[in-house]
């Protein structure tokens, strides 16, 4: 067994490269073709470097105003997502009832509903009740389609915090609103940077339900208008669709850098109930 350690660590090791590579070709090819005058599928070193691609692309109505857009709906339902599921899951998490797990297993069910399958009774309501083709109706959609396991999560990470914390501030007087906010959400840092992270990253890159809602194209996001790059006949700018990749993936970057030390951080609750 010993003599077949190295072989097993060798393969395991290539197995990793293969994997580094997959996920590392896409990201140079975007790099390397947002400065090459002459992009094309192929990833290769660009002949000369050149500022083209992003002088052409850094205009109000290819990248500023749908980026703008991009920041209100995923933002705005990231900041609601987050609210209603830090007030759901905490009182799954501090107090037990029947209910819990049949509410917990269904909320698990709808993380696994496709979101094709409900987009057209979503369409429908929409229009009934005005909310076709707004800002407003969007973020909703979003953070309710978010909502089901950004709950599981926080009630995860909610159940880390021990109780008698709360219990300590009870007896001087704060009420259950007072001790979520003030003791049990400051202390689970860690667990809303992940929360934040992951919802504002998996509705970022949302094609489908912005495209289905929105009918203006001043009201479009980045997620959709990065079509437009794609021209008929089979013709496609890649040097601006790379410029415009690079630009559009800076928000997520700069959202992950900023919450690094949450997301690297644990609960510092180390003798916190001693005493």
């Known amino acids: 067994m010993p003599r077949n350690r190295p072989s097993r660590r060798l393969a395991a090791d ?53 980026l703008l857009n991009s920041l209100i709906l995923c933002g705005g339902a990231t900041a609601l997502t987050v609210v209603c599921a830090a007030l759901a899951a905490y009182p799954l998490s501090r107090f037990r009832s029947r209910l819990n797990r049949p509410f917990l297993l269904t909320i698990l069910f709808a993380t696994s509903l496709p979101i094709t399958a409900i987009m057209v009774p979503v369409y429908a309501l929409f229009v009934r009740v005005n909310l076709i083709d707004t800002l407003q109706g969007t973020v909703f959609f979003f953070a309710a389609s978010q909502l089901p396991f950004a709950i599981w999560l926080m009630k995860n990470f909610m159940d880390g915090v021990p109780q008698e914390l709360e219990e300590a501030a009870w007896t001087d007087g704060a009420s259950s609103l007072q001790s979520l906010t003030r003791i049990v959400l400051p202390l689970m840092g860690p667990g809303l940077a992940v929360v934040t992270v992951f919802s504002f990253v998996m509705m970022w890159g949302n094609f489908f339900v912005p495209f289905m809602l929105l009918l203006s194209p001043d009201r479009m996001p980045a997620s959709v208008s990065i079509n437009d790059f794609f021209g008929n006949r089979g013709m496609v700018a890649y040097g601006q669709l790379a410029a415009f990749s690079v630009i559009y993936s800076t928000p997520v970057i700069l959202l992950y850098v900023l919450v690094a030390r949450k997301l690297g951080g644990g609960f510092a609750l180390g003798g916190a109930v001693k005493g």
Do not use: C
């Open 14 to 66: 290539a197995g990793l490269l293969v994997v580094a590579v997959a996920f590392a070709l896409p990201l140079a090819w975007v790099l390397l073709s947002s400065v090459d005058p002459h992009a094309n599928l192929r990833v290769k070193v660009p002949d000369g470097l050149t500022s083209a691609n992003f002088d052409a692309i850094l205009t109000p109505g290819i990248t500023y105003t749908p």
